[in-house]
């Protein structure tokens, strides 16, 4: 490759793939990586907490059935390896 146009390849502005939002202006710009994992994950974790502080005794009785269910799930499992050994 040509060296100058080599050198004009990396005075370029980087353009920015899918997903990327640019913040800043000028030559000290950078892109920051916007994970949608991220964002769907703090908007559970809101959504939790908002069920959490509106609906306490609601949210308590779920958290109670999903350990009830894993408990139950756990115990059959158990029940059937010693059925099989």
């Given at each position: 490759?040509?060296?100058a146009?080599r050198?004009?390849?990396?005075?370029?502005?980087?353009q920015?793939?899918t997903?990327i939002a640019?913040?800043?202006?000028?030559p000290?710009q950078?892109?920051?990586?916007?994970g949608?994992?991220?964002?769907?994950?703090?908007?559970?974790?809101?959504l939790?907490?908002f069920?959490?502080?509106?609906?306490?005794?609601?949210a308590a009785h779920v958290?109670?059935s999903l350990?009830?269910?894993?408990r139950?799930a756990?115990?059959?499992?158990?029940?059937f390896?010693?059925?099989?050994?």
């Amino acid at each position: 490759m040509n060296p100058a146009y080599r050198e004009q390849l990396s005075r370029r502005s980087p353009q920015p793939p899918t997903g990327i939002a640019r913040t800043g202006v000028g030559p000290g710009q950078r892109w920051v990586v916007v994970g949608i994992n991220r964002i769907v994950g703090f908007l559970v974790l809101a959504l939790i907490i908002f069920f959490i502080i509106t609906q306490p005794r609601s949210a308590a009785h779920v958290v109670q059935s999903l350990g009830s269910t894993l408990r139950e799930a756990a115990e059959s499992i158990t029940v059937f390896f010693r059925e099989v050994v």
